[in-house]
C-alpha cells in the first residue's frame, strides 16, 4: 500500500516547519528559564502582567495558551510566594484581577533578559530586513487563520 498523495509532505510544511521552530524556541526559552526557577508559562503570566496589569485569570490564560485550569493553579502559586497578588473578592464582577509585586518584577527582570538572549540567538542570522518580513509573514499568517481582515 502507497501512502503517495494521502497525508502532508513534512518536508516541505509550512505548519510542520513552524511547530518545529515553536518546539524548538519553547526548548531553548525552557533551558534559559530554568536556573531562575521558571517555566515557559510562568515567564508568560509574569511578563503578560507587567505590559498589561490588573488583567484576569481567563485573560492571563489566553495569553498564555494554556487553559483556565492551568493558570488558575499557577497564580495560585504565584501568589504563595510573593510574585503576585490578586484581591480576597472582585471589585467587579467575578474576576480578580492580577498584579506583579515588587518580587514579581524582579524575578521578571531577570527572566526578560534570558528570554531576550534567545530571541537574540534565533534572529542571529537573518538581517534587520529579513527579520521585519518574517514578523510581517507570521502576523498575516495569523490575522489569514484568525479570520481577520487586516491581515496585510
Known sequence: MSQEGVG???ETSLGYLLKEASSALRAAMEEVLRPLGMSVTHYSCLELLAQRPGLSNS??????F???????????TLERDGYVTRPAEAPVGKALPTRLTPRGR???????????S???RMLAGLTGTQQSDAFRILQSMIHSLRGDNEGG
Open 59 to 64: 485573560e492571563l490564560a489566553r495569553g498564555a
Open 106 to 116: 524582579r524575578s521578571l527582570e531577570k527572566a526578560s533578559a534570558a528570554v531576550r
Open 66 to 76: 494554556v487553559t483556565r485550569q492551568t493558570m488558575n493553579v499557577l497564580l495560585q
Open 8 to 10: 502532508v509532505d513534512l
Open 118 to 120: 534567545v530571541e537574540a
